[in-house]
């Protein structure tokens, strides 16, 4: 009985390990909020000159990492942009409405590409 016990306890442990690692990213759910973002980037060929930075080859942290910046820089009690520079507050918008996990979905998948 104890044996059983413990193998039940290994189990779960199993499960809770593989459960987070599961949930860590929705590849899908990141498919669909970064189809937002390719109206402005490039995100599958080289940028076109003029346009806004390419995100082909930038890191998971890169994008994440800007995502939260540019979601800072706006105050989401007043909807208003704390920055001067028009284009971050661009950004901002975009940032703005995501959740935590969802802007690391959206970084997981423009990373997988
Ligand atoms: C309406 C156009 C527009 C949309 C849509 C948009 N962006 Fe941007 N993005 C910009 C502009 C403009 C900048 C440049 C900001 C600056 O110069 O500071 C920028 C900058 C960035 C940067 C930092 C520059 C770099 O190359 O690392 C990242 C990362 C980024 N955007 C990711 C995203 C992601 C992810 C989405 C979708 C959720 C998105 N953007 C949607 C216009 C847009």
């Keep these: 009985m104890r044996g059983y016990k413990l193998l039940l306890c290994g189990l779960s442990a199993l499960g809770v390990l593989i459960g987070s690692e599961a949930q860590a990213y929705d590849l899908n759910n990141g498919r669909l909020l970064a189809s937002n973002c390719t109206q402005c980037h490039s995100t599958n060929v080289l940028p076109k000159s003029g346009g806004y930075d390419s995100l082909v080859g930038e890191s ?54």
């Excluded at 910046?69 to 703005?96: I, R, S, W």
Aim: net charge negative; proline share 4%; glycine share 4%.
């Design 60 to 113: 998971y942290n890169e994008i994440y990492g800007e995502l939260r910046e540019f979601k800072q820089k706006f105050n989401t009690v007043t909807k208003t942009c704390t920055e001067n520079d028009p284009k971050e507050c661009l950004m901002g918008v975009h940032a703005m409405p995501y959740t935590d996990q969802e802007m690391r979905d959206i970084a997981w998948y423009l990373s997988q590409r």
